[in-house]
């Protein structure tokens, strides 16, 4: 097929218009096209008012060589390139081992697939449970504060990101196509059809948890095992080489290839490895609040007269202010038509983020507004960051009345200092509750007057943004791990052989997409070691 890339068309275009598009771009006839898949449909919104559509197509014409040929040196058009993922190894007949994954989230998820697919029947450990029953805790903490620390927003069957907006776009560069892989994986799984090709793909909260489901039953079949409700509370380490775990009831499980993917949130295991000397440092991340708006004034604000097309859908936004102060405040994890969520895993402590349905239907649109914080803010041991997380948490349980309510505060209050006193036009999703406060406690001064710097200017690239009954809601602690657990290149922890830290909680991924791909780097290095070492 022919790859033609960057063809432009206003938001409102026709079917007449974008074959002749074709048509004319590659000098055919109409009798001479016989197939178009789009392979990418994005957006050019720099102008409001008049949006156009970028599209990159897969072609097949009865003429595609002389095509090429003519368009030779054309970078917009060329031949399709192989995007078929293929396996690095197969399983020995007389497989000796069984891998281990620990955490079925993204990574875990990849990891456990595409050994299973190889051939290795690996054996997934996640400490939570099952997604239906995994759903019932998180939402019965939303409603009725009661946290099971055990099987919440962080822990158990998929992950951090099974209740979330489930975006799914990644900067990486794939040129093995992990990507589609991990695509083309969810979209068998139920995911809809267009996450192949729209330029910012999300699925929802309510389809991933069926997703999760149909997932784990193919590994199932292929000769997988997943234990739910079973932490790891030990490794075992025997002259530098893994050899195997010791559940949290006792069993014991041998092996010598355990992929390490617990997440951002599994602080007792970090503290766990740290004890064991598994080498790991103290990471950056970012802390800050939560932010909501009404939808309709993002959308405004973005599309101008085409908010509300459906092609658009629920308007995004990404902004980066850096300061004066040399900090950079940013905006992370936005759900257009969401709601702020409840995404505490210890008692006692209090943590936002975000989550939205497919359909981003909600009234409010919600963003973490965070500051970039490295190891120099927490100076310490490599878990130091965790302390910090911790202490802000904790903090925010106190301002929020002690009882997992959010403490929060209107935009306008935060800029001119003092308290919040009554809610504007812009209600709370946050669940179970908000507390009206002072946010300028929540954080550390820096970080308060980085906020205070940067919403204003946000306000000049979506008007309103700085609106006085604007709603923060904090703390937002969760934005990346605290902590790296370093690995080589062949993909093994630099002092405990054996031993594949990865995904977020490593320090290798930053959401759903880079997660999954990176299990399934962890599930080829893995499968090309057991086939070294058996021969
Ligand atoms: P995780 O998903 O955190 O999975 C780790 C798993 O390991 C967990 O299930 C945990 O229970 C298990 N585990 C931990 N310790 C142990 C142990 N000792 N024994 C056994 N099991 C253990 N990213 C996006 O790209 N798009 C989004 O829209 C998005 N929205 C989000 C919304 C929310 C509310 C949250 C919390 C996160 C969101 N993220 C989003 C981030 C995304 O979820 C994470 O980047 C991703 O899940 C990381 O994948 P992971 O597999 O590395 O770790």
């Not at 599309?303 to 629920?314: M, T, V």
Request: with cysteine; charged share 25%.
């Amino acid at each position: 097929m022919i790859r033609v890339s960057n063809i432009k068309l206003p938001l409102d275009h026709d079917e007449q218009a974008f074959t002749d598009a074709i048509l004319t771009t590659l000098g055919i006839t109409t009798e001479q096209l016989t197939t178009v898949e789009i392979r990418r449909r994005g957006y050019d919104a720099r102008k409001k008012n008049t949006i156009f559509l970028i599209y990159t197509l897969d072609i097949d014409t009865t003429i595609n060589e002389a095509v090429l040929e003519k368009h030779a040196g054309n970078q917009s058009i060329r031949l399709t390139p192989d995007m078929t993922y293929k396996f690095v190894a197969q399983a020995p007949t007389d497989l000796q081992e069984r891998p281990l994954v620990i955490g079925f989230g993204p990574c875990g998820l990849l990891a456990g697939l595409v050994l299973a697919q190889m051939g290795y029947k690996p054996l997934i450990i996640e400490r939570g449970k099952a997604v239906r029953d995994r759903t019932k805790d998180t939402f019965g903490f939303w409603r009725e504060k009661k946290l099971n620390p055990e099987s919440n927003v962080q822990f158990g069957e998929g992950g951090a990101g099974t209740f979330s907006d489930g975006k799914l776009s990644t900067q990486i560069k794939d040129p093995k196509q992990y990507g589609r892989k991990v695509l083309t994986e969810f979209v068998e799984a139920g995911a809809p059809e267009e996450i192949m090709y729209v330029s910012k793909p999300h699925i929802g909260t309510f389809r991933l948890v069926s997703m999760v489901e149909k997932m784990r039953a193919k590994i199932i079949e292929m000769g997988g095992e997943i234990r739910f409700s079973a932490r790891v509370d030990d490794l075992h380490i025997e002259a530098g080489q893994v050899t195997g775990i010791t559940l949290a009831n006792g069993e014991t499980i041998k092996s010598k290839h355990i992929a390490l993917a617990i997440g951002h949130s599994a602080r007792d295991t970090f503290q766990m490895l740290f004890d064991k000397n598994v080498y790991m440092e103290a990471k950056p991340f970012s802390v800050g609040f939560r932010i909501e708006h009404e939808q309709s004034l993002i959308d405004q604000a973005r599309f101008g007269k085409n908010a509300g097309n459906p092609i658009l859908g629920a308007a995004d936004y990404k902004l980066v202010h850096h300061c004066k102060s040399g900090r950079s405040v940013y905006s992370f994890c936005m759900c257009p038509g969401g709601t702020v969520v409840a995404a505490s895993s210890e008692e006692g402590r209090v943590v936002t983020n975000g989550m939205s349905q497919y359909s981003r239907q909600e009234r409010n649109a919600n963003s973490a507004i965070v500051v970039g914080i490295d190891p120099a803010d927490y100076p310490g041991n490599p878990l130091a960051g965790i302390d910090l997380q911790r202490q802000l948490e904790s903090n925010a349980y106190l301002m929020g009345g002690e009882n997992y309510d959010a403490p929060a505060q209107k935009v306008g209050d935060f800029l001119k200092g003092g308290s919040s006193e009554a809610l504007g036009t812009v209600k709370p999703s946050f669940k179970p509750g908000i507390k009206l406060t002072d946010l300028s406690k929540a954080l550390p001064d820096f970080c308060i007057e980085a906020i205070r710097e940067a919403i204003p200017e946000f306000n000049k690239k979506i008007k309103g943004f700085a609106k006085d009954d604007a709603l923060l809601t904090g703390v937002e602690t969760r934005t990346s791990s605290p902590v790296s657990i370093k690995r080589g290149h062949d993909m093994q922890s630099i002092n405990t052989q054996g031993l594949y830290p990865a995904g977020e909680g490593a320090g290798y991924a930053g959401g759903i997409m880079s997660a999954a791909i990176d299990g399934i780097k962890i599930a080829e290095a893995i499968a090309l070691s057991i086939n070294e070492q058996q021969g």
